[in-house]
């Protein structure tokens, strides 16, 4: 895939999950509206001057109706104008209440991490290896932003996961993992307000899937996930293998690379690990591979 079609299908995924778009309060004012009132006075005026003729009087009203429309024009473009920049002003709050609101999040997650030292830091690297996967696949700023931020706050949901289970993982049985998958939809659910950053949401909610359909929540497949989603889950896979867990050590940069290729398409889109082991440094990893096969 190129990065001209990364950006068609990044874009298609963010307009689908379009949420609360509104119409700017000076975009209702157009000169298609100047032009109608101002044709509406030159028609009362010529029915004034047509049914009481070229009179002193007619000439006077005719005046009078012009310079009330005008007047009319100029209140309602001024009262558009004050609007608009109120309107500006409270998206400015609203941009910096969001801010914030991520940033509070983002510390949640860092207290969520700290319950487990294996997980420690593992949220912040994805935010910035997604981050830089985006910026392979030519996206813009404003969606690498989107990306970093997605990685941050994929695992939020795990707040409401229990320490026990976190920690005892490795000895997690079947309820225990049933558990642990309800991270990813209640992490949508945390991040429903922030309509601004639907990226982050599908991230949250998908990175789990599996180009088969065999991941969860919901056994989506191929470009069914979102392409965020797809992202942050071979980020995510790639940070979680090149770090020891509890029950074994860290896999190497490469190797874990060379595992994420072997996992896909079935598991990974290969686009994306594509575009992680650019970012990495091993743009020969094919050959590589074949080599090592
Ligand atoms: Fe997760």
């Known amino acids: 895939m190129n990065k001209i079609a990364f950006k068609e299908e990044f874009l298609a995924d963010l307009s689908q999950n379009?949420?609360?778009v509104g119409v700017p309060v000076g975009e209702c004012w157009n000169e298609w509206h100047s032009f109608s009132a101002a044709l509406l006075a030159v028609a009362?005026?010529?029915?004034?001057?047509?049914?009481?003729?070229?009179?002193?009087?007619?000439?006077?009203m005719g005046g009078i109706v012009i310079?009330?429309?005008?007047?009319m024009l100029l209140r309602i473009r001024w009262s558009l104008d004050t609007l608009s920049r109120h309107s500006e002003g409270l998206s400015e709050s609203a941009a910096i209440a969001e801010e914030h609101y991520i940033d509070v999040l983002l510390r949640i997650v860092q207290s969520v991490e700290a319950r487990d030292k294996y997980s420690i830091g593992h949220s912040e690297r994805v935010g910035m290896l997604a981050k830089n996967m985006g910026e392979f696949m030519?996206?813009?700023n404003h969606e690498v932003r989107q990306l970093e931020v997605a990685g941050k706050l994929h695992d939020i949901g795990m707040v409401a996961i229990p320490e026990h289970i976190i920690v005892g993982r490795a000895k997690m049985?079947?309820?225990g993992f049933r558990t642990v998958k309800?991270?990813?939809?209640?992490?949508?659910?945390?991040?429903?307000?922030?309509?601004?950053?639907?990226?982050?949401?599908d991230a949250a909610r998908y990175h789990h899937e599996r180009m088969n359909g065999t991941g969860y929540p919901e056994g989506l497949r191929d470009e069914n996930i979102p392409l965020s989603a797809r992202i942050v889950g071979a980020a995510d896979a790639y940070d979680a293998m090149t770090h020891d867990r509890p029950h074994r050590l860290a896999l190497s940069s490469f190797a874990a690379v060379q595992e994420l290729r072997r996992c896909s398409p079935a598991g990974y889109d290969p686009d994306c690990v594509n575009a992680l082991a650019e970012c990495l440094n091993?743009?020969?990893?094919?050959?590589?591979v074949a080599v090592t096969a």
């Open 18 to 20: 379009n949420r609360g």
């Open 44 to 60: 009362v005026c010529a029915t004034i001057l047509v049914s009481h003729g070229w009179q002193t009087t007619s000439l006077v």
């Open 67 to 71: 310079v009330v429309v005008g007047l």
């Open 138 to 140: 030519g996206l813009s």
């Open 173 to 175: 049985g079947t309820e």
């Open 182 to 201: 309800t991270h990813s939809r209640i992490g949508f659910d945390v991040l429903e307000p922030l309509q601004s950053i639907s990226a982050a949401l």
């Open 282 to 288: 091993f743009p020969v990893l094919e050959e590589a």
